[in-house]
């Protein structure tokens, strides 16, 4: 981890109407850390990977990322960032490989620079015998794969994945979980993680927010917040701080 | 509320068929009286009759299916199955979700097909009741053919982007299937019904119900007309009409109540069963990387490549290719005798407007087609072209340069039927291309744009669909109209061909362009909701 900040919020706030998506995020990531925001839905994980990744203003605050504006920057801020949304769309009439190389013409790669890479990341997410299949005959977690392998085909500096693992077997996860601490370690790349996963987020965050509705309420690395509450992993961490602990006795009440 | 808005509308649509449309009806026919058409009337009516119930028979018929197919949702079926619903229930559930909103066109359109007939012939009651008993009864078993069909069409499909797909290329071909037989039916009766030995329209449900209406006027006429006049014509009796109606529905109601166990008995859908492997690209594809090398390149061939691998959007650029063939072909038979006899300048107005026509056919398709609902399928994947930078530029850029390539062919062939059709000169050939190229180039940019500014991705039920398709629709018609009168002033003051062409098309061009700058910088912009 070098030691400047890749991301800086100063009161980033989001309303959408009378609902207040995001209030007043003040944050920073250092270069190279793996950084986790936590939350429940709802909690506006989404609504700040989307204002910090240029694809939605904010109502009101600021924010630099990789060192740009993020009012006044975009353009280069997309050009240093990779972004996995939550949604994505895939075009389910392309083949995987079809797919890479869109995506990497429209990060103005091209020629045999992206074909290696995108041999090599099918490789490594073991479709290569799959990858001239229209992405349509896909799975949900090979597609997935695709994306994942999409996210950083063009070696940006900063990678925003939202929900990276959701649909993902316990093997793809680790995988991910690899590439991710691979990247950071060697190459110094920063990831922004929205995860409501406590686990893959436990074995895999350097550093942890957690958001609830719209409002950082914790911050720090998993043994510093389970510290702090007394827990004993993440996951009762977690539940502690934002609620949702299940109350056994009214479970089976709704039969009355 | 909705309440209220449900028994005012129904006590509005019968008011409409007893007193508004009775009212008007008379007014019109009054001014009728004494002339040839009450003599037309008398004798065509069974013909008309039959006429009429053909155009309700297949509107109740394919309309459904179409509106069903443009989005297949199975999803739901899934939940109501597995909560011990049974098939037949939901068969005639979903039939009757249908029944309102058809009901309601049935009850404002009926009287006005029927009551020119009931005055005129000065029906009883009685006859009238009949009357509207078969034409709703009708529609309501086609509407119930209708559903079951689109049920089985769904279910074989299955809620996957490939069925998906699948579905809204079957929604533009669904009606070229049923019309062209029907058309082809009308033309070649005679022969038909010689070689058979019976009138071939007699095998159609839609024929019986006519004739029931028909025999319904001759038989509770008040007009002194004789039922043994019409039996020639109509060829079998009202009850034998009314067994066969009956029989028919009968038949759908049990085929519908034995096989929906089978209909609803979906698989995984088209994404299982076929898994579809790219080859090496083609050497036109990798011309294109040529001309066009790197990142742009790499662009346009994967979006040519996107497009056309949709069924939905090739079914739909074929339809428009066949329908600017046939317009030089049916218009050169039909304006024939009026051609003949006719001064140059009427002969040369007239093929203009084949071309004009030609070109407008063409902008329309290709621009609602490549600028309307094929150019961005959904909002996530809006996502990932602007998380790039300048993404929806290059994108949209690419998208068009595709678009401008893939006209050519729907340019040309046209183009070429026309100038075989009209006797045109290879220069007069090649000006009508241009013009069909140039024009459709513009539609697609002003299309895109108006797209661009407003998405609505492939949800072709979406309000902002219909809009867009509104607009484009209008913005198209207006500049072309606009773009029309300019060339004629033009033509009246030159007579130079060339000249008038080039107005014709180039404000699309102009225009387009325009429109597309702006919608595309709107794209680009943040999401500020």
């Given at each position: 981890?070098?030691?400047?900040?890749?991301?800086?919020?100063?009161?980033?706030?989001?309303?959408?109407?009378?609902?207040?998506?995001?209030?007043?995020?003040?944050?920073?990531?250092?270069?190279?850390?793996?950084?986790?925001?936590?939350?429940?839905?709802?909690?506006?994980?989404?609504?700040?990977?989307?204002?910090?990744?240029?694809?939605?203003?904010?109502?009101?605050?600021?924010?630099?990322?990789?060192?740009?504006?993020?009012?006044?920057?975009?353009?280069?801020?997309?050009?240093?960032?990779?972004?996995?949304?939550?949604?994505?769309?895939?075009?389910?009439?392309?083949?995987?490989?079809?797919?890479?190389?869109?995506?990497?013409?429209?990060?103005?790669?091209?020629?045999?620079?992206?074909?290696?890479?995108?041999?090599?990341?099918?490789?490594?997410?073991?479709?290569?015998?799959?990858?001239?299949?229209?992405?349509?005959?896909?799975?949900?977690?090979?597609?997935?794969?695709?994306?994942?392998?999409?996210?950083?085909?063009?070696?940006?500096?900063?990678?925003?994945?939202?929900?990276?693992?959701?649909?993902?077997?316990?093997?793809?996860?680790?995988?991910?979980?690899?590439?991710?601490?691979?990247?950071?370690?060697?190459?110094?790349?920063?990831?922004?993680?929205?995860?409501?996963?406590?686990?893959?987020?436990?074995?895999?965050?350097?550093?942890?927010?957690?958001?609830?509705?719209?409002?950082?309420?914790?911050?720090?690395?998993?043994r510093d917040i389970i510290d702090q509450v007394g827990a004993k992993d993440l996951e009762e961490a977690y539940l502690k701080i934002v609620g949702g602990q299940v109350d056994r006795s009214k479970l089976l009440s709704w039969r009355d | 509320m909705r309440k209220v808005a449900s028994i005012s509308i129904v006590g509005f649509g019968i008011i409409w068929a007893l007193f508004i449309v009775?009212?008007?009806?008379?007014?019109?026919?009054?001014?009728?009286?004494?002339?040839?058409?009450?003599?037309?009337?008398?004798?065509?009516?069974?013909?008309?009759?039959?006429?009429?119930?053909?155009?309700?028979?297949?509107?109740?018929?394919?309309?459904?299916?179409?509106?069903?197919?443009?989005?297949?949702?199975?999803?739901?079926?899934?939940?109501?199955?597995?909560?011990?619903?049974?098939?037949?229930?939901?068969?005639?559930?979903?039939?009757?979700?249908?029944?309102?909103?058809?009901?309601?066109?049935?009850?404002?359109?009926?009287?006005?097909?029927?009551?020119?007939?009931?005055?005129?012939?000065?029906?009883?009651?009685?006859?009238?009741?009949?009357?509207?008993?078969?034409?709703?009864?009708?529609?309501?078993?086609?509407?119930?053919?209708?559903?079951?069909?689109?049920?089985?069409?769904?279910?074989?499909?299955?809620?996957?982007?490939?069925?998906?797909?699948?579905?809204?290329?079957?929604?533009?071909?669904?009606?070229?299937?049923?019309?062209?037989?029907?058309?082809?039916?009308?033309?070649?009766?005679?022969?038909?019904?010689?070689?058979?030995?019976?009138?071939?329209?007699?095998?159609?449900?839609?024929?019986?119900?006519?004739?029931?209406?028909?025999?319904?006027?001759?038989?509770?006429?008040?007009?002194?007309?004789?039922?043994?006049?019409?039996l020639d014509i109509l060829k079998l009796t009202a009850l034998g009409d009314l067994v066969l109606l009956l029989t028919f529905t009968l038949l759908v109601v049990f085929l519908a109540y034995v096989s929906a166990d089978r209909i609803f008995s979906f698989g995984a859908g088209p994404r299982t069963e076929k898994i579809t492997t790219i080859g090496e690209e083609n050497r036109f594809l990798?011309?294109?990387?040529?001309?066009?090398?790197?990142?742009?390149?790499?662009?346009?061939?994967?979006?040519?490549?996107?497009?056309?691998?949709?069924?939905?959007?090739?079914?739909?650029?074929?339809?428009?290719?066949?329908?600017?063939?046939?317009?030089?072909?049916?218009?050169?038979?039909?304006?024939?005798?009026?051609?003949?006899?006719?001064?140059?300048?009427?002969?040369?107005?007239?093929?203009?407007?084949?071309?004009?026509?030609?070109?407008?056919?063409?902008?329309?398709?290709?621009?609602?087609?490549?600028?309307?609902?094929?150019?961005?399928?959904?909002?996530?994947?809006?996502?990932?072209?602007?998380?790039?930078?300048?993404?929806?530029?290059?994108?949209?850029?690419?998208?068009?340069?595709?678009?401008?390539?893939?006209?050519?062919?729907?340019?040309?062939?046209?183009?070429?039927?026309?100038?075989?059709?009209?006797?045109?000169t290879i220069l007069e050939t090649l000006m009508v291309i241009v013009y069909a190229y140039w024009s459709t180039c513009g539609a697609v940019l002003l299309c895109a744009g108006i797209t661009a500014n407003n998405p609505a991705y492939e949800d072709q039920k979406s309000s902002a669909f219909i809009v867009n398709t509104m607009v484009s629709l209008f913005a198209l018609m207006g500049i072309?109209?606009?773009?029309?009168?300019?060339?004629?002033?033009?033509?009246?003051?030159?007579?130079?061909?060339?000249?008038?062409?080039?107005?014709?098309?180039?404000?699309?061009?102009?225009?387009?362009?325009?429109?597309?700058?702006?919608?595309?910088?709107?794209?680009?912009?943040?999401?500020?909701?």
């Amino acid at each position: 981890m070098s030691g400047s900040i890749d991301i800086q919020t100063v009161g980033l706030s989001k309303n959408f109407g009378s609902v207040v998506a995001l209030s007043n995020l003040d944050l920073e990531v250092q270069r190279g850390s793996v950084f986790g925001l936590l939350g429940p839905n709802g909690a506006g994980k989404t609504t700040a990977v989307r204002i910090l990744s240029g694809l939605l203003k904010q109502t009101s605050g600021n924010a630099k990322v990789c060192g740009f504006d993020i009012d006044s920057q975009r353009r280069e801020i997309k050009s240093a960032t990779g972004l996995l949304p939550e949604t994505p769309g895939l075009y389910s009439k392309l083949s995987a490989v079809e797919f890479l190389e869109f995506i990497g013409a429209l990060n103005d790669m091209s020629g045999e620079l992206l074909n290696r890479r995108i041999d090599s990341l099918m490789e490594l997410m073991g479709l290569d015998e799959r990858q001239n299949d229209l992405l349509e005959s896909y799975s949900s977690g090979m597609k997935q794969k695709v994306l994942v392998a999409s996210t950083v085909l063009h070696e940006p500096q900063l990678v925003f994945l939202d929900e990276p693992t959701s649909r993902l077997d316990p093997a793809a996860s680790a995988l991910v979980k690899e590439i991710i601490e691979a990247m950071a370690k060697e190459m110094d790349t920063t990831f922004f993680i929205c995860t409501h996963m406590t686990d893959f987020a436990e074995d895999v965050c350097e550093t942890i927010g957690i958001l609830n509705e719209g409002i950082l309420n914790t911050l720090g690395s998993p043994r510093d917040i389970i510290d702090q509450v007394g827990a004993k992993d993440l996951e009762e961490a977690y539940l502690k701080i934002v609620g949702g602990q299940v109350d056994r006795s009214k479970l089976l009440s709704w039969r009355d | 509320m909705r309440k209220v808005a449900s028994i005012s509308i129904v006590g509005f649509g019968i008011i409409w068929a007893l007193f508004i449309v009775p009212n008007i009806m008379e007014l019109v026919l009054a001014g009728f009286e004494g002339t040839g058409i009450y003599v037309l009337l008398m004798l065509s009516f069974p013909s008309l009759m039959r006429s009429v119930m053909l155009f309700l028979w297949i509107m109740l018929l394919i309309y459904p299916i179409s509106y069903a197919l443009q989005e297949i949702r199975i999803g739901q079926w899934e939940i109501m199955l597995s909560n011990n619903v049974s098939t037949w229930d939901m068969m005639f559930g979903m039939f009757m979700g249908k029944v309102p909103i058809y009901g309601l066109f049935i009850l404002f359109a009926t009287p006005v097909i029927l009551t020119p007939f009931t005055i005129f012939f000065q029906v009883s009651i009685l006859g009238q009741i009949i009357m509207y008993l078969t034409v709703f009864f009708v529609a309501l078993s086609t509407l119930f053919l209708s559903n079951l069909i689109t049920t089985a069409i769904q279910a074989k499909l299955g809620e996957s982007s490939r069925g998906n797909d699948i579905a809204k290329a079957l929604s533009m071909v669904v009606a070229l299937a049923l019309l062209l037989p029907m058309y082809g039916l009308m033309f070649f009766s005679d022969s038909m019904s010689a070689i058979l030995g019976i009138d071939i329209f007699l095998i159609f449900p839609f024929t019986w119900a006519a004739d029931i209406i028909s025999w319904s006027i001759i038989i509770f006429n008040g007009i002194g007309l004789s039922a043994a006049l019409f039996l020639d014509i109509l060829k079998l009796t009202a009850l034998g009409d009314l067994v066969l109606l009956l029989t028919f529905t009968l038949l759908v109601v049990f085929l519908a109540y034995v096989s929906a166990d089978r209909i609803f008995s979906f698989g995984a859908g088209p994404r299982t069963e076929k898994i579809t492997t790219i080859g090496e690209e083609n050497r036109f594809l990798k011309g294109i990387k040529q001309v066009y090398s790197g990142p742009p390149g790499v662009l346009m061939v994967n979006s040519i490549k996107e497009f056309t691998r949709k069924m939905q959007n090739v079914s739909r650029l074929i339809y428009g290719v066949i329908i600017a063939i046939i317009i030089p072909v049916i218009l050169n038979y039909a304006m024939g005798s009026i051609a003949e006899g006719a001064p140059p300048e009427v002969q040369s107005l007239l093929v203009m407007l084949v071309i004009i026509m030609l070109g407008m056919m063409l902008a329309m398709i290709s621009g609602i087609t490549f600028g309307g609902v094929g150019f961005l399928e959904s909002k996530d994947q809006l996502w990932i072209i602007k998380s790039s930078p300048n993404g929806v530029r290059k994108f949209a850029k690419a998208r068009i340069f595709g678009s401008f390539i893939l006209i050519i062919p729907m340019a040309i062939i046209p183009s070429i039927v026309a100038a075989i059709v009209f006797g045109f000169t290879i220069l007069e050939t090649l000006m009508v291309i241009v013009y069909a190229y140039w024009s459709t180039c513009g539609a697609v940019l002003l299309c895109a744009g108006i797209t661009a500014n407003n998405p609505a991705y492939e949800d072709q039920k979406s309000s902002a669909f219909i809009v867009n398709t509104m607009v484009s629709l209008f913005a198209l018609m207006g500049i072309s109209l606009i773009s029309l009168m300019a060339g004629i002033m033009i033509m009246m003051a030159s007579t130079d061909l060339v000249l008038f062409m080039l107005v014709l098309s180039t404000p699309m061009i102009v225009i387009g362009a325009i429109v597309y700058v702006i919608g595309v910088a709107r794209m680009s912009r943040p999401d500020s909701k």
